[in-house]
């Protein structure tokens, strides 16, 4: 049988394909009975050849088929062979050095479950008998084995050919594994996500029209801090919120989501005004990582009639107001207070906004004012935000179709995406 004739200086073993066994080489480890098993001795000095698999070979070999060292093909990778009588002996050599696993035993499916279990991520051949091993061949590679060997057909080139490829597939297998479970987390993700994304509550809400727009800074993300809600209470008041919690990633997600449906929770439950904002300011001292988080929020309530709102600032930037025939404009914002968890006695004035006829409101986070106007450090700020929102208005855009514009625009200003997250919430009152 070919095989690589020429000593390696890594092992004591014979370089004959067709050498007989011999004693145990020095280094070798006994399997607690029997015949030792064969560890080539490999000198500590030298650095892995990326050209050179090992082969770990699990069985007796009563035909002497892997003896020598190595196997090598001209322009193949040389396989160096390890030897092991039994499973028990072959637990021991088993190392990330070893990059195939080679199955002779009696019972080669109990051999191969085992083996699957020691060594998920190796790859396995089995080797079977010519003339009645083909159906235990195709249940090995259903099982999990990458491919087999017929006894008689063993050779240099076979055994060269086999190990290189089963090693691929098995690089392949774990790489599609790998792949599936990445695509599968993140879809699990995004359905949580999506699952924590408010859902507005404004049945009975005639005359309003409710729209908004999301979009984190984190890539692949669905949830950032910022964080907003909209509900109608039994006496026919309808709450909007809009917040952002301090710092990125999902430590603020989640912070922003508990705020969220604590506010939701405390609205419903009566709370209003500061008192509303005193107990969320508890909810985050006692819910935050560490004292340097904050968060800034915006509440609007809007009276029954839709002609008069309360709003309370807490470090957050005021809404846009808007109706037809005059430009939009900041509601009044110097009686807001500090944000939420920097001052354990601050206070929230309450601002009232008188509303009448058409209007259009906007609630919005940060991120949408503090894209940059072209390639210089120039930010677009409230006052650009509010040009840009006049002149889509001025055109006859609102709703959801104002929002994707005003987004659209930003971003153009900014000259690709934002980095920070995004929220904006629109109530409008029609006609």
């Known amino acids: 049988m070919p095989a690589d004739a020429a000593t390696d200086s890594s092992t004591d073993a014979p370089a004959r394909q067709d050498a007989p066994s011999g004693p145990a080489a020095p280094g070798a480890e ?42 090598h093909e001209p ?11 039994n499973l028990t002996a072959a637990g021991r050599l088993l190392t990330d050095d070893v990059h195939c696993i080679l199955l002779d035993l009696p019972d080669v499916l109990d051999g191969l479950q085992q083996v699957l279990r020691l060594a998920p991520g190796t790859a396995v051949l089995v080797l079977t ?120 990633g999902p430590d603020a997600a989640a912070l922003g989501v508990e705020l969220r449906i604590a506010w939701r929770a405390l609205t419903f439950a ?24 904050f968060a800034t929020l915006c509440a609007v309530d809007i009276a029954p009639d839709n002609r008069t709102a309360r709003l309370h600032l807490a ?48 609630l919005y986070t940060d991120g949408l004012i503090e894209g940059r106007i072209g390639k210089g450090t120039q930010r677009l700020g409230q006052e650009g935000m509010i040009g840009l929102a006049g002149e889509l208005m001025a055109a006859g855009l609102g709703g959801e179709e104002l929002l994707d514009a005003t987004m659209a625009k930003v971003r153009e200003l900014n000259g690709g995406e934002l980095t920070d997250d995004v929220a904006v919430v629109l109530l409008e009152r029609q006609a």
Request: glycine letters at 14%.
């Open 129 to 248: 008998d010519g003339t009645d091993g083909g159906e235990a061949a195709a249940e090995a590679v259903r099982v999990g084995a990458q491919d087999h060997l017929v006894r008689d057909g063993v050779d240099g080139g076979t055994v060269t050919r086999a190990v290189r490829y089963a090693v691929e597939r098995k690089r392949a297998d774990l790489a599609q594994r790998q792949l599936t479970e990445t695509r599968l987390l993140a879809q699990e993700n995004r359905r949580l996500e999506r699952g924590l994304l408010p859902v507005p509550l404004l049945e009975g809400a005639n005359g309003l029209r409710f729209a908004s727009r999301y979009r984190p800074g984190r890539s692949r993300a669905l949830l950032g801090g910022d964080f907003y809600d909209t509900v109608r209470t039994p006496d026919g008041t309808v709450h909007a919120m809009i917040g952002d919690v301090c710092g990125h």
């Open 30 to 71: 006994p399997d607690g009975g029997g015949p030792s098993v064969t560890l080539p001795r490999q000198r500590q000095d030298t650095v892995p050849d990326p050209t050179v698999l090992t082969l770990l070979v699990i069985g007796d070999d009563p035909a002497g088929a892997f003896t020598a060292p190595y196997f």
């Open 75 to 85: 322009g193949g990778p040389r396989i160096r062979v390890l030897r092991a009588r």
């Open 315 to 362: 470090g957050h930037p005021t809404p846009m107001i808007a109706a037809p025939g005059r430009p939009p404009a900041l509601l009044p914002y110097e009686a807001g207070g500090p944000a939420l968890g920097l001052l354990p006695d601050a206070a929230w004035e309450r601002i009232g906004v008188r509303l009448d006829g058409e209007w259009s409101l906007m």
């Open 270 to 293: 009566g709370l209003g005004g500061e008192e509303l904002l005193r107990t969320l300011q508890n909810v985050l001292v006692h819910e935050r990582a560490d004292d340097e988080v």
